[in-house]
């Protein structure tokens, strides 16, 4: 095997490979990358037995061949080559690659073709064609209310899957630890009929996310109850699904949240981020009072002392006293977009809904604190 390529065209490629691979594995092979160098393209492999990604690229090969490489190790050879470097990698007998650019030149160990596991894609009867943008914000507005929580497997994904309501049909996206959720829609024009309702594991959406954002076009997924594959450019993601069932989130969405509060949304974060600085970050409650147009937010700290600040908003409902998770209020307000968002209440007791006018596809409920 033997061929050139530029420094950023296989470094961009590589940056997204390596992601998969663990840096601690007990089988050797799930250490390397897959390089295979053919028809003049070089095709880059990477898989942790559960989410497998494929990225091809043009390049001038001069023999063809194939090997794997230490994936964290090529990687760093190769981000620390300056950036308008031109790479010459030769593998003569798969035990040995060598890679040179200018002065340096490096040799790295090598595995056989052969030990490398592949995933394959299957027959996936579904398919879904979506443009890029529209699915990565899908994701961007969900990704960060996924658990993180072990013992609770099947909330450590997105719940990707179709609705219908009022005679249109959404492709919907909802994500919860169970203590606040985040669900967002975008309205298809034809109906996937046949889509399963699937639970992509959290990794699978970070990397999923990373190609969408160096990516602007039209995308393919195929999937059924087990895998689901993304087919964006010429990159190719594999993943095994959550085997589980989602919780039927619908229930914990209040209907009933009557009082509406408008605020403008920078200066509410300023101001959740500058009363939460003294909270106890194991337990980073702030206590919002809602008035007549008024709403004041206050921590107490028993080491740090305490804080409050007051915001003018648009507010005529019932007065209460509720309290939150600083963190997660910011990051719920953060991901919202309009200068005004609007917060609704049912009682100091009930989840509260964070909604903005701009897209009314998207909405985040969050369970309150003791306070």
Known sequence: MKFAIEKNLIFKSLSHVQNIVEKKNTLPILSNILLEAKDNSLILSATDMDISITDKLNCNIVDEGSTTVPAHILFDVIRKLPETSEIEIISNDGKIMSLRSGKSKFSLGCLPKEDFPIIEIGDLENEIIIDSQKLLKLIDKTKFAVSNEETRYFLNGIYFHKIKENDKNYLSLVATDGHRLAKSDSEFKEDFKQIPAVIIPKKT??????????????????????????????????????????????????????????????????????????????????????????????????????????????????????????????????????????????????????????????IYVLMPMRV
């Open 205 to 362: 959406i970070n990397e999923l996310f990373k190609l969408l954002t160096d990516y602007n076009g039209t995308i393919s997924i195929n999937l059924n109850s087990n895998k689901i594959v993304f087919f964006i450019g010429e990159s190719i993601l594999i993943s095994k699904l959550i085997d589980g069932n989602f919780p039927d989130y619908k229930r914990v969405i209040p209907t009933d949240n009557n009082n509406i509060l408008r605020v403008n949304r920078k200066h509410f974060s300023s101001a959740v981020d500058r009363v939460s600085t003294i909270t106890n970050d194991k337990l980073p409650v702030i206590k919002f009072k809602l008035m007549n147009n008024l709403m004041n937010l206050s921590s107490i700290n028993s080491e740090n002392g305490m804080a409050t600040e007051d915001i003018t908003i648009n507010y005529k409902g019932v007065e209460m006293d509720i309290g939150f998770n600083s963190k997660y209020i910011l990051e719920m307000i953060n991901n919202l977009e309009d200068e005004d968002i609007n917060l609704s209440f049912k009682d100091s007791s009930s989840p509260v809904i964070a909604s903005e006018d701009s897209n009314p596809d998207l």
